[in-house]
């Protein structure tokens, strides 16, 4: 997800679709990543992550996508539920400088029943 | 099993005023960290400790510092509160400092200075 002044970017699906999140991350040196989901009042949860040597991860109900060519994260949801409304944001590290973990500013995820 | 708790949920201070934030964490985990989010802007670390016994600045560490009392506690103290540090703040462990490594976070402390 790319920040939008304030304004998290929207997803809005139906229940039952498939959700696709992207993210656009910033060094290209980056190696390990991580997408997290965060519900309202709640901290982030941790989903799926994915190393720099893989292209494709795949949870339950859950996919991460990885194309080190244009620096570029999707987190796939498959069968979207009302549960996974929440933000999605994706972090990436390296193991060049480990204790620096970029997080993303993240993308609202709307189910509509 | 809890994960990470952090104390309080919710405080309101005046400019001027301290406080402690409370973090304890129950997975044995080694490294623990302090971020701040605010609307529109990804998590910012302000300081991280990668074992018992050591702590080091993130990337927003001004006007804030923290104590590992044990394994399991690490504490954020703002030592006298400016509105710039209205935020949320989170808490998170992991079980090293490295790669690979997912931090698992507490559910924060939203914080008002007025």
């Known amino acids: 997800g790319e920040s939008v002044g304030l304004h998290l970017p929207t997803l809005s699906v139906q229940e039952g679709d498939n959700s696709i999140i992207n993210c656009a991350y910033s060094n290209s040196a980056s190696d390990y990543f991580i997408w997290y989901k965060q519900e309202s009042g709640k901290g982030p949860q941790f989903i799926i992550d994915?190393?720099?040597?893989?292209d494709k991860r795949q949870g339950q109900r859950v996919t991460v996508l990885l194309n080190k060519t244009v620096k570029h994260l999707s987190l796939q949801i498959a069968a979207t539920q009302p549960g996974d409304s929440a933000v999605y944001f994706c972090?990436?590290?390296?193991?060049?400088?480990?204790?620096?973990?970029?997080f993303g500013p993240g993308t609202s995820l709307s189910v509509i029943p | 099993n809890a994960g990470v708790t952090q104390t309080p949920k919710f405080q309101v201070l005046k400019t001027g005023q301290s406080m402690t934030l409370q973090c304890a964490q129950d997975m044995n985990h080694n490294s623990m960290y302090w971020y701040r989010q605010d609307p529109g802007m990804g998590l910012r670390l302000i300081y991280y400790?990668?074992?018992?016994?050591?702590?080091d600045k993130g990337e927003v560490p001004n006007g804030y510092n923290v104590s590992r009392l044990n394994k399991r506690e690490f504490s954020l103290r703002l030592e006298s509160a400016a509105p710039s540090q209205t935020s949320v703040y989170f808490c998170?462990?992991?079980?090293?400092?490295?790669?690979?490594?997912?931090?698992?976070f507490g559910d924060g402390t939203r914080l008002s200075i007025l």
């Open positions: 972090a990436e590290t390296m193991k060049t400088s480990y204790d620096k973990v970029i």
């Open positions: 994915i190393r720099s040597n893989m």
């Open positions: 998170a462990s992991s079980e090293a400092l490295g790669y690979g490594q997912p931090q698992h």
């Open positions: 400790s990668a074992s018992e016994g050591t702590t």
